[in-house]
């Protein structure tokens, strides 16, 4: 049972989410014969203010990231 986990700011909309699980279940269910009803794909929405890279938050608390 393989498990795709997407960790992305918490701005994406469920059609978004909706789309992006469809299109990863097809390539993996393509490229490996697996059957689709056995893979995951689990979504981890994270606020910008709790996102960090090089040591700079994207955003910090009550600050619009954009």
Same mark, same amino acid.
């Given at each position: 049972?393989? #498990?795709?986990? #997407?960790?992305?700011? &918490?701005? =994406?909309?469920?059609?978004? =989410?909706?789309? #992006?699980?469809?299109?990863?279940?097809? #390539?993996?269910?393509? =490229?490996?014969?697996?059957?689709?009803?056995?893979?995951?794909?689990?979504?981890? &929405?994270?606020?910008?203010?709790?996102?960090?890279?090089?040591?700079?938050?994207?955003?910090?608390?009550?600050?619009?990231?954009?």
């Amino acid at each position: 049972m393989p #498990v795709i986990r #997407v960790t992305w700011f &918490n701005d =994406k909309s469920d059609s978004v =989410k909706a789309e #992006v699980a469809a299109e990863f279940t097809r #390539v993996l269910a393509e =490229k490996t014969g697996m059957d689709s009803q056995w893979i995951h794909v689990v979504f981890e &929405n994270v606020s910008p203010c709790d996102w960090a890279v090089a040591g700079e938050l994207f955003a910090r608390p009550g600050e619009d990231p954009a």
